[in-house]
T-cell receptor, first 110, second 114 residues
Framework: GEDVEQSLFLSVREGDSSVINCTYTDSSSTYLYWYKQEPGAGLQLLTYIFSNMDMKQDQRLTVLLNKKDKHLSLRIADTQTGDSAIYFCAVLSGTYKYIFGTGTRLKVLA | NAGVTQTPKFQVLKTGQSMTLQCAQDMNHEYMSWYRQDPGMGLRLIHYSVGAGITDQGEVPNGYNVSRSTTEDFPLRLLSAAPSQTSVYFC?????????????FGPGTRLTVL
């Protein structure tokens, strides 16, 4: 089946940039997403990118998509302690099925 | 709007027991889905629905049943619980089935099967 992979952990210092990476296998994925999950809560959509785009910027967030390598990344500028959470990459596979990665736990050190 | 609500928040079952996890949304969303979240495995799609009366299987449907008699509700049934079903379950909904529609997630149900 289709797969989405992420590294499990990332630690950065407050004020630095964070880059969370994701690779996927379904080359026909049309939409690719980044979600944030805080402790004890559900997932919250941060941003998404359509497959015909290379980059999308939304305030402190920058999404880069390399379709050739099937690689998606999320850059968080000026990372704050409130950004500490689990970040999930997800792709829309086919019409109705969303495939999620394992999540990357971001720890921001003060 | 209450958004997506799930009940109960926590549940402990014994092997072989049955139960229903409730999910409701008040946003008139067409698309609803159930996921389970396990450590190191991310979220996996169990079942989904694209409208009242229409359901389909996701990635890990075995051991779970769903129905969608109304737009608002999408319950998930465990007919005979097994320890392998210990997990956190999330319900999600979105307005339409286009990928640009935001999926809203409920707060989750933490289920333990002994």
């Amino acid at each position: 089946g289709e797969d989405v992979e992420q590294s499990l952990f990332l630690s950065v210092r407050e004020g630095d940039s964070s880059v969370i990476n994701c690779t996927y296998t379904d080359s026909s994925s049309t939409y690719l997403y980044w979600y944030k999950q805080e402790p004890g809560a559900g997932l919250q959509l941060l941003t998404y990118i359509f497959s015909n785009m290379d980059m999308k910027q939304d305030q402190r967030l920058t999404v880069l998509l390399n379709k050739k390598d099937k690689h998606l990344s999320l850059r968080i500028a000026d990372t704050q302690t409130g950004d500490s959470a689990i970040y999930f990459c997800a792709v829309l596979s086919g019409t109705y099925k969303y495939i999620f990665g394992t999540g990357t736990r971001l720890k921001v050190l003060a | 709007n209450a958004g997506v609500t799930q009940t109960p928040k926590f549940q402990v079952l014994k092997t072989g027991q049955s139960m229903t996890l409730q999910c409701a949304q008040d946003m008139n969303h067409e698309y609803m889905s159930w996921y389970r979240q396990d450590p190191g495995m991310g979220l996996r799609l169990i079942h989904y629905s694209v409208g009242a009366g229409i359901t389909d299987q996701g990635e890990v449907p075995n051991g779970y049943n769903v129905s969608r008699s109304t737009t608002e509700d999408f319950p998930l049934r465990l007919l005979s619980a097994a320890p392998s079903q210990t997990s956190v379950y999330f319900c999600a909904s979105s307005y339409g089935t286009s990928g640009r529609n935001t999926q809203y997630f409920g707060p989750g149900t933490r289920l333990t099967v002994l």
